[in-house]
């Protein structure tokens, strides 16, 4: 594993809104960034990271050449904001990152937890990630307010039955990638077709329960379902993230109700609502536990929140546990408890 002693050098790959958030927080917090990735093409190529992302300081190019640009800049870690599945594309970021000894942390999806699917690719990403002595690990607003808060709640009850969730996020607090994700502006029609259609994969929140399983100990029975109902806007609205107005009757987003059995006879299941918000809106998450009658026993609500904020912070606050982890594949219930970092360098 490479050695840390100081503020680690920090490249990040995928200069979209969360990514050029996560550059500003990284520059706040004394991280040493020493590289911007941008897709091959992008009218980003080229350009200074400073002025993408409007902090001074960072007078050096954002560059396509990814292999190149990662071998010269030698990072401890690549922060990966990409997209949200691990496709051949998103394993061919990741692995360019592990081949040039780099760990590696992202928000995509999948990440939290990709031993949910029988994915090949994540088998063979771990192997690699142990055979170059480096950690993979995906984290984002989920790991804090799906997985870690959540099992601390769970941790303070002796009976456990079930575990309830249900969570709204604003599709215009990120870009154009999620705003895709959740089909905002399409028709029913189309929605329609591609809810039946054999490509659509898991919902991101059926990764986050087989994280919150893991944490909480508890062993999937194999029986995971998710219903998923479109969110119609009644007016016209403007999305920030599409730069265009979604017509009244057009998709503003969805929602995912995602359900997983365990051997333990304990069920999760998590209701999750991405949408373009109306005035007024804003995210929470709710949970509650019940026992094993099914009767409620513990509600936690947070209110109000920054989604786009939390995910961007809980990934930065994530980096020197990523650095201190074992090889491989490391999902978050096998990390510390997550925490505030005043420095972000191993001590
Ligand atoms: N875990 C969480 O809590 C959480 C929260 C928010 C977002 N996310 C994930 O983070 C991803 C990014 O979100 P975002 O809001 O930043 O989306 P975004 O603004 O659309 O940014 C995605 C960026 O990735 C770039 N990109 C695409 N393919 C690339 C490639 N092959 N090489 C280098 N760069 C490439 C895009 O460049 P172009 O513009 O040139 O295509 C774009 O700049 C989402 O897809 C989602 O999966 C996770």
New binding site residues.
């Given amino acids: 594993m490479p050695e840390v002693k100081e503020s680690p050098r920090v490249a990040v790959?995928?200069?979209?809104?969360?990514?050029?958030?996560i550059v500003r927080i990284l520059y706040r917090r004394h991280a040493r960034v020493v590289a911007g990735?941008?897709?091959?093409?992008?009218?980003?190529d080229g350009r200074d990271l400073g002025d993408l992302a409007g902090v001074p300081g960072l007078t050096f190019p954002a560059r396509?050449d990814?292999s190149q640009a990662l071998h010269e800049a030698a990072p401890d870690i690549v922060v990966v904001?990409?997209?949200?599945?691990l496709d051949d594309?998103?394993f061919?970021?990741f692995s360019t990152a592990v081949r040039a000894g780099a760990h590696v942390i992202?928000?995509?999806?999948e990440m939290?937890y990709p031993f949910a699917t029988d994915n090949p690719l994540a088998r063979e990403l771990d192997t690699l990630a142990r055979e170059h002595g480096v950690t993979v690990t995906?984290?984002?607003?989920?790991?804090a307010y799906w997985v870690n808060l959540i099992s601390v709640l769970a941790g303070s009850t002796h009976d456990l039955g079930g575990i309830e969730g249900r969570l709204a996020?604003n599709v215009d607090?990120?870009?154009?990638?999620?705003?895709?994700?959740q089909r905002v502006g399409t028709t029913t029609e189309d929605f329609s077709r591609w809810l039946a259609g054999t490509e659509r994969p898991p919902s991101?929140t059926h990764y986050s329960l087989y994280a919150l399983a893991a944490a909480v100990g508890l062993t999937p029975d194999g029986t995971a379902e998710c219903v998923t109902e479109p969110v119609l806007a009644e007016r016209d609205i403007h999305s920030k993230?599409l730069g265009t107005t979604v017509r009244s009757g057009t998709l503003l987003g969805y929602t995912d109700t995602d359900t997983l059995r365990t051997k333990e006879g304990i069920t999760l299941s998590v209701s999750s609502q991405g949408k373009v918000y109306d005035e007024h809106e804003t995210d929470y998450n709710e949970w509650r536990v019940t026992d094993g009658s099914g009767k409620p026993t513990l509600h936690l609500r947070n209110s109000d929140l920054s989604?786009?904020h939390?995910?961007?912070a809980?990934?930065v606050n994530r980096i020197p546990d990523v650095i201190a982890a074992r090889p491989g594949i490391v999902t978050v219930d096998q990390l510390p408890q997550l925490r505030y970092w005043t420095g972000l360098h191993l001590a």
Avoid: N
């Fill in positions: 790959y995928g200069l979209g809104a969360m990514g050029l958030e990735i941008v897709r091959p093409g992008s009218d980003k396509g990814a904001t990409v997209s949200t599945y594309t998103q061919g970021i992202t928000l995509a999806e939290l995906g984290t984002g607003h989920q790991d996020w607090d990120f870009g154009p990638a999620l705003a895709e994700q991101f993230a989604t786009a939390t995910t961007c809980s990934l």
